[in-house]
């Protein structure tokens, strides 16, 4: 293939070369192509769109790893350019389908316009297990990868390259980033041990690109989350807290901007902290004046 926009893995494996690693599969003896999520927005669907087409390929097919909005955001170009096109999901990460900061419970207003994301149009419902699919003539399998958001999978070709999404992030999120999203602790720790155990050729992170192997990765990722589950065990310790005085004190000690983007994610990264130390039965829920306090055990 001799556009730069794509970049060759294995076999019939590639990915798109902009900010997010799209996976893309080639079916040579038909000439479709299959996506593995569709970019960011309808500049990375068209640039994608258009290389393949410049190569003789047609988009057949798109398989969502989740339902974030970073991963979807291409549905519609390509939709409008091919009502017929297959969108394969999860029935949780198509019924969860928004962007991760957004407050979903809130409703009107400008922020509700901004942040919402219908649903998406999917075609064919994904099993949240392993499993095999076929898209055309391509078997591929499927593989539960949940943590980061619930009903997450990835997806090995034929050609035993592992498209993970979001199930780890690369280096220079890493460095970076202080907080990492992830919608169950307990789920991400089992799937970096899961992740671990596997030994495809590659493996394609939608925020990192193509690796060999990721066993450098997966330390960082952990103590990253044990270090955050420790603060916030530490902070409630201290004395009752609120949910709301924990995402200030995240935002503060992260340098968060005071906007409605992080204070979404913000929320979303205590509330899962929160919950693994519910779990682990470490802190309790208490009632004081009207306001749900987290307590130390």
């Known amino acids: 293939m001799n556009n730069t926009a794509i970049a060759h893995i294995y076999g019939s494996s590639y990915i798109h070369t902009g900010k997010h690693a799209v996976g893309i599969y080639l079916d ?4 479709d192509a299959i996506l593995i999520d569709s970019g960011a927005d309808e500049q990375a669907a068209r640039e994608i769109d258009e290389a393949l087409e410049e190569e003789g390929y047609r988009i057949a097919a798109v398989l969502h790893t989740h339902g974030h909005r970073s991963s979807c955001g291409g549905d519609a170009y390509l939709l409008a350019h091919d009502p017929d096109l297959r969108i394969y999901a999860t029935a949780t990460s198509a019924a969860r389908a928004h962007p991760p900061q957004s407050l979903p419970h809130l409703s009107g207003g400008a922020h509700s316009a901004r942040a919402s994301q219908a649903p998406l149009r999917v075609t064919d419902i994904l099993p949240e297990g392993d499993a095999q699919v076929t898209v055309g003539d391509v078997n591929l399998r499927v593989i539960a990868l949940p943590g980061h958001a619930p009903g997450m999978v990835g997806f090995q070709t034929p050609d035993d390259v592992l498209y993970c999404g979001d199930a780890l992030f690369g280096e220079r999120v890493l460095r970076r980033q202080s907080l990492l999203l992830y919608a169950s602790i307990e789920e991400a720790r089992a799937t970096f041990r899961k992740l671990s155990q596997m030994a495809p050729k590659a493996y394609v992170l939608y925020h990192g690109g193509v690796l060999r192997e990721i066993s450098a990765l997966i330390n960082p990722h952990l ?41 979404g994610l913000a929320m979303q990264i205590v509330q899962s902290h929160v919950a693994e130390l519910l779990r682990m039965d470490r802190i309790s829920l208490k009632v004081e004046q009207g306001a749900l306090h987290f307590a130390s055990r």
Do not use: C, W
């Open 28 to 31: 040579r003896s038909s000439g």
């Open 223 to 263: 103590e990253r989350l044990n270090s955050l589950t420790k603060r916030f065990e530490d902070l409630i310790s201290t004395q009752p807290i609120t949910l709301e005085r924990l995402v200030q004190q995240t935002m503060q000690e992260h340098a968060l901007d005071d906007s409605l983007e992080h204070y």
